[in-house]
């Protein structure tokens, strides 16, 4: 049986309280999500949309983003890549309906830190972000968004 650790145990010495980022366009997807992380004591902040969702985005903040590449008028991919241009550092966990092995592999190189499929087992993605809020993305990370 595997144990996850709760990310708000992890030693975040001299940090604040990390802000989990949740953006998907699906209402349940974003409650099941908040009320699932909120159930580790994570803080935790959803939009249902990209603006709302950079216009909230605290730019020195511990945290990380958990993305639906599927958004409407600007998808995920547009998202990671808007966030490199603002130079945001802003872990990312990509989750999808309808990933197939190029989407994944275009994810990961564009600096994503997981990439998981709809429905999200729960324990992969406490370990995707315990793993997200270890790292932060470098501006390099991002560089097969650029121009996409």
Do not use: W
Request: hydrophobic letters at 45%.
């Amino acid at each position: 049986m595997l144990v996850v650790e709760a990310p708000s145990e992890l030693e975040l010495a001299n940090n604040p309280q990390p802000t989990i980022y949740v953006l998907d366009d699906d209402d349940a997807v974003r409650d099941s999500l908040k009320i699932l992380l909120e159930s580790y004591d994570l803080t935790v902040r959803d939009f249902a949309s990209v603006p709302d969702f950079l216009n909230e985005l605290e730019s020195n903040g511990a945290g990380c983003l958990v993305l639906d590449l599927h958004l409407p008028v600007m998808g995920g991919f547009g998202v990671m890549d808007m966030l490199t241009r603002r130079g945001s550092r802003i872990p990312v966990i990509v989750i999808t309906g309808r990933g197939d092995s190029q989407t994944k592999k275009r994810a990961l190189e564009a600096g994503a830190v997981a990439f998981l499929e709809k429905p999200v087992n729960d324990q992969s993605l406490m370990m995707a972000i315990q793993a997200a809020l270890r790292t932060r993305r470098s501006p390099a990370d991002s560089r097969a968004t650029r121009g996409a």
